[in-house]
């Protein structure tokens, strides 16, 4: 069984910044990328940023510049430091964990992000 763990999110003003984070516990291959996705109200839930176990990043265009995926696989842990927050990344965020090995997807349970002034 694999839990992701979600910390970090919470309220900020405009231009705020934030880090979330994500640690993963139990059993799954080294063969992975760990996502960060989110969801508003009322709209599907989109990717925001990738990192696989080698490092390669991807990002939407609409948080490029602004945000920044680490990952520290000793801990088991993927951040998401977000800069220049603005009011329509608020949403829910979510970790996931692509094990590429044993073809299973695991998701935490979300962290709201809310940006407002």
């Known amino acids: 069984q694999v839990q992701l763990v979600e910390s970090g999110g919470g309220s900020v003003q405009p231009g705020g910044s934030l880090r979330l984070s994500c640690t993963a516990s139990?059993?799954?291959?080294?063969?992975?990328?760990m996502n960060w996705l989110r969801q508003a109200p009322g709209k599907q839930r989109e990717l925001v940023a990738q990192?696989?176990?080698?490092?390669?990043?991807n990002y939407a265009d609409s948080v490029k510049d602004r945000f920044a995926i680490s990952r520290d696989n000793a801990k088991n842990t993927v951040y998401l430091q977000m800069n220049s927050l603005k009011p329509e990344d608020t949403a829910v965020y979510y970790c996931?964990?692509?094990?590429?090995?044993?073809?299973?997807?695991?998701w935490g349970q979300g962290t709201q992000v809310t940006v407002s002034s």
């Open positions: 996931n964990l692509q094990d590429s090995y044993y073809q299973r997807d695991y």
């Open positions: 139990g059993t799954f291959s080294h063969i992975n990328a």
């Open positions: 990192i696989t176990a080698r490092g390669s990043t």
